[in-house]
């Protein structure tokens, strides 16, 4: 959905109050508005390029290119909160996970996930759920209508039973109401 389609959105009041938010992409650092994923299931991760669990970065990507002609979008958040895991410049993240990982799905700019200065859908992720990232790759999975957020651990896989039935009931939920719309 380009940017004109979801200024159109938030015009018209579809966009949920959680993804009015706007971000730099992490490849040309050019404002993204998170209204473009209106209507989607979102997959929220903040991502670190050195840490135990940046191996998670293949399986997201084998997960969006999955699932996303049926409403997925994983959105990855880098930050370089724990342990000092992404310690990059963006220009130096994106061609980490490009090279090494092949990763399409959205990415952001590097930016605080917790603590003073954390990015707006951070706060409001943790408002929502009460949990915040204890570590790189947790993940927040979060419904078209942006009313339901669950939250996953970072150790929880993007292949884990729990999050994948999850995501596919929220996938079967955005087809119902496409369909009676």
């Given at each position: 959905?380009?940017?004109?389609?979801?200024?159109?959105?938030?015009?018209?009041?579809?966009?949920?109050?959680?993804?009015?938010?706007?971000?730099?992409?992490?490849?040309?650092?050019?404002?993204?508005?998170?209204?473009?994923?209106?209507?989607?299931?979102?997959?929220?991760?903040?991502?670190?390029?050195?840490?135990?669990?940046?191996?998670?970065?293949?399986?997201?990507?084998?997960?969006?290119?999955?699932?996303?002609?049926?409403?997925?979008?994983?959105?990855?958040?880098?930050?370089?909160?724990?342990?000092?895991?992404?310690?990059g410049s963006?220009?130096?993240?994106?061609?980490?996970?490009?090279?090494?990982?092949?990763?399409?799905?959205?990415?952001?700019?590097?930016?605080?996930?917790?603590?003073?200065?954390?990015?707006?859908?951070?706060?409001?992720l943790?408002?929502?759920?009460?949990?915040?990232?204890?570590?790189?790759?947790?993940?927040?999975?979060?419904?078209?209508?942006?009313k339901?957020?669950?939250?996953?651990?970072?150790a929880?896989?993007p292949?884990?039973?729990?999050?994948?039935?999850?995501?596919?009931?929220?996938?079967?939920?955005r087809?119902?109401?496409?369909?009676?719309?």
């Amino acid at each position: 959905m380009g940017a004109l389609l979801a200024a159109q959105h938030a015009r018209a009041g579809d966009c949920p109050q959680l993804l009015s938010h706007t971000f730099g992409s992490l490849q040309t650092g050019q404002p993204q508005d998170l209204c473009a994923y209106a209507g989607k299931v979102v997959l929220v991760v903040n991502t670190a390029s050195y840490c135990g669990y940046t191996d998670q970065y293949a399986p997201l990507e084998s997960l969006y290119r999955q699932y996303k002609d049926q409403g997925l979008v994983v959105l990855g958040f880098p930050s370089n909160d724990f342990g000092g895991q992404e310690p990059g410049s963006n220009k130096q993240i994106a061609k980490f996970c490009r090279l090494t990982y092949g990763v399409e799905f959205p990415m952001f700019e590097k930016s605080r996930v917790v603590g003073e200065g954390r990015n707006a859908l951070f706060t409001a992720l943790h408002h929502l759920t009460g949990q915040q990232p204890r570590w790189n790759f947790h993940k927040y999975l979060i419904d078209p209508d942006g009313k339901q957020v669950l939250s996953f651990e970072s150790a929880i896989p993007p292949s884990d039973p729990k999050l994948m039935q999850e995501i596919r009931r929220m996938l079967d939920a955005r087809k119902v109401v496409r369909r009676t719309t």
